[in-house]
């Protein structure tokens, strides 16, 4: 029987990599990781958790504004980025330690290298040239931001480096309109940038529900982001006092920037993975094709997380990664559910979603009823603003099943996490009304919309 170095061979250790490595390792596998970067991956180290902690730093400057409104007068407030930027930077290193003890005390070998794919069941360490053996490989190498190709693209950055500048930029630039541009936009809006999104299309969200989308549009011009829409990038500038210049081609003034953050998308991380070397073949958007079961074309070796491209958030890939070990390692095979997937914008306000748009649903349902809630939050009530919120519900004519909630306003996200397991579940509209109303909050809009 041949003998491999390890069982299991994971490359990349983040959310969905670390989840596969210490459960089949649990299981009773023999496990390795390599990190090209920093244990923990994209959300830990430079998505989700930095980013949601420059959206609470932001929403300070919401809070100061309103709170002369409740009778506090604050005086000399200033805000200091490099004190900001260095607390998540102690943050991330914390999350880092973290995630590495937990491959530690899992006992999961790791190699802080490179790792590339050079048979069915062999990598090669990039920086120390070793060779590994393994009866099982998991690719879980994520995604990578798309890069732009327009003249002067080396003078952008993407979210990779966002978190590390060294000063808050007076203006900035923001290429994309999905949400990593639109949380980013709320974020230097808030702190006090001047903010122009740019986009080719004419529209922001494109999955998100049309009415959200055009409410979160109308709230974030009313804050004094600018959208300059239909205007691809022509090329980029660089002055010799370090200042931008952003020429677009929708015929318009170019836009001075300090900062031009490129955020359209994130493509499936495999250049120079090896793939080929096991016969893998890449899908049209540069995946790795898998099964129900997370295998691709070659036996041996699997795919979880962003670099399947299925549904790119961090707890699908930790679904994926238990799955896979899961099946692999303690013959349990769990297949992983997509249906009513709950998503957040961390934008200002925040939008959340569970379920198809109301287009979607159409198409899907047929017949369908549609309850919508337009309020002023009651919190906003005493300021001049008179930004609304707006929730909507998507229901099954024939069953009364609820089929999907979409939600704009203050802590929509945190609401609608709680509302997703009534719409998994597959509550009715009628569970809806008879469940009595938490008063006075925005959640109770859920309950009372007729
Ligand atoms: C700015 C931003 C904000 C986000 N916000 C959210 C959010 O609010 N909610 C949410 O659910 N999701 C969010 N995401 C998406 C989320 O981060 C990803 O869906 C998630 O991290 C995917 O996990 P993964 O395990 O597939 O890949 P990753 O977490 O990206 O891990 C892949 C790891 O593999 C390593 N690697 C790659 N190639 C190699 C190689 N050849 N050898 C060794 N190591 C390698 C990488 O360095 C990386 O550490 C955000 C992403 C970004 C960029």
């Known amino acids: 029987m041949t003998q491999f170095d390890y069982d299991l061979f994971v490359i990349g250790a983040g959310s969905g990599g670390v989840r596969a490595s210490r459960i089949a390792s649990g299981h009773g596998a023999r496990v390795a990781v390599a990190e090209e970067y920093r244990i923990g991956g994209t959300c830990v180290i430079r998505g989700c958790v930095p980013k949601k902690l420059l959206v609470y730093a932001s929403q300070f400057a919401d809070d100061l504004g309103h709170a002369g409104d409740y009778g506090w007068t604050i005086e000399g407030a200033t805000f200091d980025w490099p004190k900001l930027r260095d607390a998540v ?83 900035v630039v923001i290429a994309g309109a999905g949400y990593i541009a639109m949380e980013f936009a709320g974020v230097f809006n808030a702190l006090g940038s001047a903010v122009t999104v740019v986009n080719r299309s004419d529209a922001i969200l494109r999955s998100y529900d049309i ?36 020429h677009l081609g929708d015929g318009g003034e170019p836009i001075a920037a300090d ?30 094709p898998v ?29 994926e990664g238990q799955a896979f070990a899961d099946g692999q390692f303690a013959a349990r095979p769990t297949a992983v559910s997509y249906e009513a997937i709950p998503s957040a ?61 979409h939600m704009i306003g203050p ?13 998994k579940a597959g509550l009715t509209k009628a569970d809806f009304d008879a469940t009595v109303a938490l008063h006075p909050s925005m959640a109770e809009e859920l309950v009372l919309m007729r």
């Open 411 to 423: 802590d929509a996200p945190e609401i609608l996490q709680a509302a997703a397991i009534a719409v």
């Open 89 to 171: 930077a102690r943050d991330v290193d914390r999350l880092n330690l973290a995630y590495t003890n937990t491959l530690n005390s899992n006992n999961v070998t790791h190699f802080l290298d490179r790792a590339e794919i050079t048979g069915p069941n062999s990598v090669r360490l990039k920086a120390s040239g070793q060779t590994i053996t393994a009866k099982t490989i998991l690719v879980a190498t994520g995604a990578w931001p798309v890069a732009p190709t327009f003249p002067g693209a080396e003078h952008t950055i993407t979210s990779n480096e966002v978190f590390h500048l060294e000063t808050l930029p007076k203006r």
């Open 345 to 405: 914008v961390f934008s200002q306000p925040p939008l959340a979603a569970v379920g198809p748009t109301e287009a979607e649903a159409r198409a899907e349902h047929g017949e369908i009823k549609v309850f919508t809630s337009d309020f002023r939050p009651m919190k906003n009530i005493f300021s001049q603003r008179i930004e609304r919120g707006f929730y909507k519900l998507l229901v099954d004519a024939k069953t009364d099943r609820v089929l999907g909630i």
């Open 259 to 288: 900062v031009v953050l490129v955020a359209t998308g994130r493509r499936a991380k495999t250049d120079g993975l090896g793939l080929e070397n096991a016969g893998i073949a890449l899908g049209n958007r540069g995946e790795i």
């Open 291 to 319: 099964d129900h079961e997370g295998r691709t074309s070659c036996p041996s070796i699997f795919a979880v997380g962003d670099v399947t491209d299925r549904v790119q958030l961090t707890p699908i890939a930790i679904r």
């Open 211 to 246: 009415d959200l989308r055009e409410r979160l549009l109308a709230i974030a011009r009313a804050r004094g982001i600018t959208f300059r829409f239909n205007a691809p990038f022509d090329r980029v500038d660089k002055a010799a006092d370090g200042s931008l210049l952003v």
